[in-house]
């Protein structure tokens, strides 16, 4: 069965620094384009980053761009979003997923657990 497994969130102060790791497993991460979204309550989900199949090409969202960078190691089947400079607004669960194209507006698979993510003083 196809699923993510993300990990790595946790409490931190605004300016700190975290990074998320998202393991896929029952396909072939390298295949597929790959997102990481986040949501907080009341709010509908929302794309945070998308890096595309072969690592090249990176697209962020305008609240994260400068102080998120996406990445992804596929002979681990793993993604990355680094988080520096948290501010109280990233306070999120964070979910990763993916599409099987870049420009292409689906993603594919269940979305899993999440990580929590909660920055405050």
């Known amino acids: 069965q196809a699923m993510f497994a993300e990990s790595g969130g946790g409490l931190a102060q605004p300016g700190e620094s975290l990074r998320l790791s998202c393991v896929a497993s029952?396909?072939?991460?390298?295949?597929?384009?790959l997102t990481w979204y986040r949501q907080s309550p009341g709010k509908e989900r929302e794309m945070v980053a998308i890096?595309?199949?072969?690592?090249?090409?990176?697209v962020y969202a305008d609240s994260v761009k400068g102080r998120f960078t996406i990445s992804r190691d596929d002979a681990k089947n793993t993604g990355y979003l680094h988080m520096n400079n948290l501010e109280p607004e990233d306070t999120a669960v964070y979910y990763c997923?993916?599409?099987?194209?870049?420009?292409?507006?689906?993603?594919?698979?269940?979305w899993g657990q999440g990580t929590q993510v909660t920055v405050s003083q």
């Open positions: 029952g396909f072939k991460l390298s295949e597929f384009a």
């Open positions: 997923n993916a599409r099987k194209g870049f420009f292409l507006k689906e993603n594919i698979f269940t």
């Open positions: 890096i595309d199949s072969r690592g090249i090409a990176e």
